[in-house]
């Protein structure tokens, strides 16, 4: 069935609004990308693109536990392309447009709109505390004088972690349904689940981390101190920008606090481009990961299609007298 013209056109806009911020947050960067372009060699890139590309596909295993662990069981291919592409609603202004895109992909799935919700806000909660955990657990040893700039963040690590529990989680995702006026959960998700989405979630700040290492090789030897601020640090920033509601996918924020993190290590210079690459790399890991999914499914919809129309003509030449 085809939508109706109101949600065509609301697609539509949604589409052209995503277009430009993506191609906004790209353009921000340009002056500095043009630097790290220069300095940085095309291996580099090359590998630090497959690292975040990796990093954004561990973010969407986070999600699908989480929506697993709602006793949603839904194929894994048609679920990630979905995800993916509800992805680049964070680079619209606002952090509520992939958790609306990801609500009309339930529809399209056939999951309750109020289980797609709770998994999507659920998301949310995960990322931003998993990703301050770990950045309170590694950036006071990232060097000598870590502790003196980085204690306080070892102050929220109880407070993180109480958010983390599945009681606690789910006693917030009930407060935001009574606001958004959809109908509260009758299910609720497993401490299981929760487990294996937070496993995921860490094992894509460390990926990520490798992101920002092999960028950052080009302008210090590696070494424990720097492996142990890039983690970190992308985990901290990447939450700090989810947490500025405004900035779309926290352009700005999220090089504010690399910058933070990584000049004391390596020099303002050096961090600033790091910073500025990374982002341009994450952006076109979005991209990329949308653009394939989407070809994917409609290659594979294309030879089902072919295959059908070929056992239908078989079938009709066989009971041809």
Same mark, same amino acid.
């Given at each position: 069935?085809?939508?109706?013209? +109101?949600? +065509?056109a609301l697609r539509a806009t949604l589409a052209v609004l995503i277009v430009l911020g993506s191609a906004y947050v790209l353009a921000a960067q340009g002056e500095g990308l043009s630097t790290a372009v220069r300095e940085l060699s095309p291996g580099r890139v090359a590998l630090s693109a497959l690292?975040?590309?990796?990093?954004?596909?561990?973010?969407?295993?986070?999600?699908?536990? &989480? @929506?697993?662990?709602?006793?949603?069981?839904?194929?894994?291919?048609?679920?990630?392309?979905?995800?993916?592409?509800?992805? &680049?609603?964070?680079?619209?202004?606002?952090?509520?447009?992939?958790? @609306?895109?990801?609500?009309?992909?339930?529809?399209?799935?056939?999951?309750?709109? +109020?289980?797609?919700?709770?998994?999507?806000?659920l998301l949310l909660v995960m990322v931003t505390a998993s990703g301050t955990v770990v950045g309170a657990l590694l950036l006071p040893w990232s060097s000598a004088d870590s502790i003196a700039r980085y204690w306080w963040l070892l102050l929220l690590l109880p407070a993180l972690l109480l958010l983390?529990?599945?009681?606690?989680?789910?006693? @917030?995702?009930?407060?935001? !349904?009574?606001?958004?006026?959809?109908?509260?959960?009758?299910?609720?998700?497993?401490?299981?689940?929760?487990?294996?989405? /937070?496993?995921?979630?860490?094992?894509?700040?460390?990926?990520?981390?490798?992101?920002?290492?092999?960028?950052?090789?080009?302008?210090?030897?590696?070494?424990?101190?720097?492996?142990?601020?890039?983690?970190?640090?992308?985990?901290?920033?990447?939450?700090?920008?989810?947490?500025?509601?405004?900035?779309?996918?926290?352009?700005?924020?999220?090089?504010?606090? %690399?910058? %933070?993190?990584?000049?004391?290590?390596?020099?303002?210079?050096?961090?600033?481009?790091?910073?500025?690459?990374?982002?341009?790399? @994450?952006?076109?890991?979005?991209?990329?990961?949308?653009?394939?999914?989407?070809?994917?499914?409609?290659?594979?919809?294309?030879?089902?299609?072919?295959?059908?129309? !070929?056992?239908? /003509?078989?079938?009709?030449?066989?009971?041809?007298?």
């Amino acid at each position: 069935m085809r939508p109706p013209p +109101r949600g +065509r056109a609301l697609r539509a806009t949604l589409a052209v609004l995503i277009v430009l911020g993506s191609a906004y947050v790209l353009a921000a960067q340009g002056e500095g990308l043009s630097t790290a372009v220069r300095e940085l060699s095309p291996g580099r890139v090359a590998l630090s693109a497959l690292a975040a590309i990796v990093g954004g596909m561990c973010v969407e295993r986070t999600w699908l536990s &989480l @929506l697993n662990g709602f006793g949603v069981d839904v194929p894994h291919r048609d679920a990630a392309a979905g995800f993916y592409t509800t992805q &680049l609603g964070k680079y619209v202004p606002g952090s509520v447009w992939p958790v @609306l895109a990801q609500v009309h992909l339930g529809a399209r799935l056939g999951v309750p709109r +109020r289980m797609m919700l709770g998994a999507s806000l659920l998301l949310l909660v995960m990322v931003t505390a998993s990703g301050t955990v770990v950045g309170a657990l590694l950036l006071p040893w990232s060097s000598a004088d870590s502790i003196a700039r980085y204690w306080w963040l070892l102050l929220l690590l109880p407070a993180l972690l109480l958010l983390l529990h599945p009681r606690v989680v789910m006693w @917030l995702i009930d407060r935001a !349904s009574l606001v958004t006026s959809v109908e509260q959960l009758d299910a609720r998700v497993s401490p299981q689940a929760v487990l294996r989405a /937070g496993i995921w979630s860490v094992l894509g700040w460390v990926v990520l981390g490798c992101h920002l290492l092999v960028l950052l090789s080009a302008y210090e030897a590696l070494d424990l101190r720097l492996a142990v601020a890039s983690v970190g640090g992308i985990a901290l920033a990447w939450a700090a920008g989810l947490a500025f509601i405004p900035a779309p996918a926290g352009a700005g924020v999220r090089e504010g606090v %690399l910058l %933070l993190t990584l000049a004391p290590l390596v020099g303002t210079q050096p961090a600033l481009a790091v910073a500025l690459a990374s982002r341009v790399l @994450l952006t076109l890991s979005d991209l990329t990961l949308a653009a394939g999914s989407v070809s994917l499914r409609a290659l594979r919809r294309i030879i089902a299609e072919r295959a059908a129309r !070929s056992a239908r /003509g078989r079938e009709e030449s066989g009971s041809a007298p």
